[in-house]
């Protein structure tokens, strides 16, 4: 069924695919065996040795075998009835007839996943690609957003980032917050409020991250951030309500720093979306078709392949019916289901460059909110402790929320969004405690939960083509700050798809291909 390894170049005769690993950038032409491999400088034939690790050798040179997916949908249908249901001659007031009748079969660009992240690039695409008649349609399952990962974050927005792709990420999402009103406004359509509180981020560290935090102010500041380091001293002259004890330095955000309503924002972008024309279905994704394509030899390439293309997407709707759409392009924005419906797809089930999986997965993450008469007034920024736990001010009258990122051995379990109040007692109170007095008297209101899009690989978001589907994208794993680089993530995005290349921020390193290398790119400053 699958002749043998088809390359990426053989896909669309000549492409190139460029990779940077360990540093070095090339451009490989084949993944066969047979075929020559030649650098992208005087296309004279080298070692494959020197281009690609050895690790992400095997892949190359092995046969990438794409597992059977969904299968066609062939229903048996009388052919008086299939005339009847063409027609949507199902009754006057049965909904399918409006179904039947309006379901879109097919589009441009596919979006798994109604987010902020699917949202927001579905704005880009059509703000960009309106005028070519570009069709974009997200696939959501719950359009109601109970239990999306959005709209129940804390709303958090920082440039204090260990790499630089985060952090000119996050300045774009600064910069388009502020212009967000305007932006995703339209014709009888009013722009979001966001709600933005630019009160900054505080992160604390110990004698052991001091130069961690030092090297981590260099680099924010060379790429425009606006960060302070202040030393225990000055932290407490600032904020008299803080215990220094154990602190050795403190960075603070100074501009484009605070939180936000992540609910606003992701109003914004859906209702700015469906002016534009994008089409929203409520379905569940539940597979893939592939197209067996021939790929001709080519010459310097090899010999002629077999290749699946992806090319349908199997939605379950509410009613139980299963429908297929049609794509171009297909984006994987589904937070943190993105794994498990990657899979839908063979990523992880095949071999060679379909061996590995998407390494995203819920991690579910508790919020509380307490009430703390004597803790601090409005010039609290969000403090990130030594320990890892965190806090904020939420609204005025002595409301605050607090939480804390658990070890791997305390990892709760994701099949619902229960909250474990033991652990604000026993792990986040004593540390928010021990960090402000103010906190030692308090009163727990409330609490909610939600799922990060976890990222087991090194906690960054998986941004760009995959190598064997390459109509496949990925813009998920975003480990918990997603929010704040959606509007980047979504143009980025948009680059790709129309241009074929990212033009703003590089964000090539968040390519799949790291985890096929092993080569994890990682983040210090995880909250």
Same mark, same amino acid.
């Given at each position: ?36 491999r ?21 892949e190359?040179d ?15 249908v009388?052919?008086i ?9 199902t ?10 009748? #309006? ?18 690039? *579905? ?16 696939v ?39 212009k ?21 981020y505080?992160?604390l ?21 606006k ?28 501009e !484009? ?6 609910w ?8 700015? *979306? ?44 509410v ?11 297909c ?50 920024p969000l ?39 033991t ?24 609490a909610?939960?939600?799922? #990060?899009?976890? !990222? ?26 997603g929010?704040?680089? *959606? ?22 390193r ?7 290398? !092993? ?9």
């Open positions: 069924m699958f002749n043998r390894a088809v390359t990426a170049a053989q896909l669309k005769p000549w492409l190139k695919f460029n990779y940077i690993l360990k540093n070095v950038t090339f451009t490989v032409r084949s993944f066969c065996n047979s075929c020559p030649y650098s992208n400088k005087d296309d004279e034939p080298v070692k494959p040795s020197i281009l690609v690790p050895e690790d992400f050798q095997a190359l092995g046969e990438t075998y794409c597992p059977p997916l969904a299968q066609p949908i062939k229903p048996h009388h052919p009835k299939k005339s009847f249901d063409l027609l949507g001659i009754g006057r007031n049965d909904p399918k007839t409006h179904n039947n009748l #309006y379901f879109p079969r097919h589009c441009d660009i596919l979006i798994i996943g109604g987010g902020i992240m699917g949202c927001s690039i *579905a704005y880009w695409l059509k703000q960009r690609g309106h005028d070519n008649g570009l069709r974009v349609i997200v959501e399952q719950d359009p109601s957003y109970t239990r999306a990962s959005t709209v129940l974050s804390v709303g958090g927005l920082r440039q204090q980032f260990s790499l630089p792709e985060n952090i000119e990420m996050s300045l774009y999402g600064a910069e388009f917050l502020r967000s009103k305007k932006l995703l406004s339209g014709e009888g359509l009013e722009g979001p409020d966001v709600q933005f509180h630019p009160f900054g505080l992160f560290a110990t004698e052991k991250g001091a130069d961690q935090l030092i090297a981590n102010h260099k680099l924010q500041t060379s790429l425009g951030a960060i302070q380091l202040l030393s225990a001293n000055k932290l407490k002259q600032k904020f008299p309500w803080i215990n220094t004890d154990g602190v050795e330095l403190a960075s603070l955000g100074l !484009n720093e605070g939180w936000f309503d992540p606003s924002l992701l109003n914004g972008f859906r209702n700015k *979306a469906l002016e534009m024309g994008v089409e929203f279905v409520k379905a569940e994704t539940v597979g893939f078709e592939t197209q067996e394509t021939i790929v001709p030899e080519q010459p310097g390439i090899g010999d002629s392949g077999c290749y699946h293309k992806l090319k349908r997407v199997h939605v379950r709707l009613d139980g019916d299963i429908r297929t759409i049609d794509f171009s392009k984006v994987m924005a589904a937070g943190a289901q993105s794994g498990k419906v990657s899979k839908l797809a063979g990523i992880g089930l095949g071999t060679g460059l379909l061996r590995n999986a998407l390494p995203v997965e819920p991690r579910k993450r508790y919020v509380y909110c307490f009430h703390a008469p004597e803790g601090p007034g409005l010039d609290c403090t990130v402790d030594t320990t890892g736990s965190y806090f904020r001010r939420e609204g005025l009258g002595g409301h605050y929320v607090a939480g804390k990122s658990p070890t791997a051995n305390e990892e709760p379990g994701v099949a619902n969004l229960d909250v474990d109040y652990f604000f007692d026993q792990q986040v109170w004593p540390d928010v405690a021990l960090r402000v007095p103010g906190f030692e008297n308090i009163k727990l209101k409330s909610w939960s939600g799922y #990060y899009d976890y !990222n087991t690989f090194d906690q960054n978001g998986v941004i760009g083509i995959h190598p064997y589907h390459t109509n496949f994208l990925f813009a998920t794993g975003f480990s918990g700050h929010l704040q680089q *959606a509007p980047a993530v979504g143009r980025a995005i948009m680059e790709l798809v129309l241009e074929g290349k990212f033009l703003t921020i590089d964000l090539s968040f390519a799949f291909d790291r985890v096929i290398a !092993n080569q994890p790119v990682f983040e210090q400053n995880i909250v």
